[in-house]
């Protein structure tokens, strides 16, 4: 998550992972810096979270889709968020994987 602290915004698509819950102490610092930097997130998911953290905007997958795990794009990267315990990422460092992930994300985001 210490990556997502050195970019302008990130998106986040499926999952109700609640880092919060897991690394508590960790989250609040993080949260706060990210806050402090202005970093932007555009949350797409299933259940819109009610305790809305400053620069996130949210919204609804279309009806029908259901993505359980997390995934984070940022920068070059992606970071799959498996939702099972213990709770284990997959970071794929790729530019053009990171591509496709952000387009796949825009055309959701528009619908």
Same mark, same amino acid.
């Given at each position: &998550? %210490? #990556?997502? =602290? !050195?970019?302008k915004e990130f998106l986040v698509l499926g999952g109700e992972i609640r880092f919060g819950e897991y690394l508590s102490i960790y989250?609040?610092?993080? /949260?706060?810096? +990210?806050? +402090?930097?202005?970093? $932007? /997130? +555009?949350?797409?998911? !299933?259940?819109?979270? @009610?305790?809305?953290? @400053? $620069?996130? %905007?949210? @919204?609804?997958?279309? *009806? ?12 070059? %990267?992606? /970071?799959?968020? =498996?939702? #099972? #315990?213990?709770?284990?990422?997959? =970071?794929? !460092?790729?530019?053009?994987? /990171?591509?496709? $992930?952000?387009? #796949?994300?825009? &055309? =959701?985001? *528009? @619908?």
């Amino acid at each position: &998550m %210490q #990556e997502l =602290l !050195n970019i302008k915004e990130f998106l986040v698509l499926g999952g109700e992972i609640r880092f919060g819950e897991y690394l508590s102490i960790y989250t609040k610092h993080w /949260a706060e810096e +990210r806050e +402090r930097k202005k970093i $932007y /997130a +555009r949350i797409l998911s !299933n259940v819109i979270n @009610k305790t809305e953290w @400053k $620069y996130n %905007q949210h @919204k609804k997958l279309p *009806k029908g889709l259901n993505f359980p795990s997390s995934t984070l794009i940022f920068g070059d %990267q992606i /970071a799959i968020v =498996l939702p #099972e #315990e213990p709770i284990r990422i997959i =970071l794929i !460092n790729s530019k053009q994987t /990171a591509i496709s $992930y952000k387009s #796949e994300f825009e &055309m =959701l985001w *528009k @619908k």
